[in-house]
């Protein structure tokens, strides 16, 4: 019932910033727990950060850490991905994911989510 759409990828340069954007239907953004993921070519989709939109508390990836940030509107039903001193290493294609009930499983994980957008490529050239 929930559907995912991102949006805001793009191709930027070495230390460019992009902010992606995931619009929630179906179900309200507060309450469910929400993730983005991304998939480079020839590789397994890994987890980007996450958040519980109910309250926050977020969580991120060693790699992006001090870089990407994960936010809420509720008003604009959007979860929001700001990604900031990009590297050529964060090029993939970047999914919006969501569930609305816990799993004993890393809320990075792939397996702890339910429903996924289609992604939206972000390519960082050097």
């Known amino acids: 019932q929930v559907q995912l759409v991102e949006s805001g990828g793009g191709s930027v340069q070495v230390g460019g910033s992009l902010r992606l954007a995931c619009v929630v239907s179906?179900?309200?953004?507060?309450?469910?727990?929400m993730g983005w993921f991304r998939q480079a070519p020839g590789k397994e989709r890994e987890g980007v950060a996450a958040i519980w939109t109910g309250g926050s508390f977020p969580h991120y990836d060693d790699s992006v850490k001090g870089r990407f940030t994960i936010s809420q509107d509720n008003v604009k039903h959007t979860l929001y991905l700001q990604m900031d001193s990009l590297k050529p290493e964060d090029t993939a294609m970047y999914y919006c994911?969501?569930?609305?009930?816990?799993?004993?499983?890393?809320?990075?994980?792939?397996?702890?989510?339910?429903?996924w957008g289609q992604g939206t490529q972000v390519t960082v050239s050097s």
């Open positions: 179906g179900y309200r953004v507060s309450g469910l727990y």
């Open positions: 994911a969501a569930t609305s009930a816990w799993k004993m499983s890393s809320i990075l994980s792939v397996g702890f989510y339910n429903y």
